[in-house]
């Protein structure tokens, strides 16, 4: 017998939608920007997830946690 009342999302984070919707512009040529700043969505929030995991190591080290 199946569980219906089990719920499975899945889909595209708003990052990936940013970058869709400044490829699209770049693609138009709607707007002149460097491809570091098209794609800054994705590698951007890979950077900032790296940033708070570091904070966390630190400050785990630090506090002796």
């Known amino acids: 017998m199946s569980d219906r009342n089990t719920t499975s999302t899945t889909g595209i984070s708003f990052a990936g939608v940013l970058f869709i919707v400044f490829l699209t512009l770049k693609l138009t040529h709607v707007i002149d920007w460097s491809w570091w700043w098209i ?20 400050l785990a080290f630090i506090l002796d946690i």
């Open 39 to 58: 794609t800054a969505p994705l590698w951007g929030t890979f950077a900032l997830g790296l940033v708070f995991i570091i904070i966390y190591v630190t």
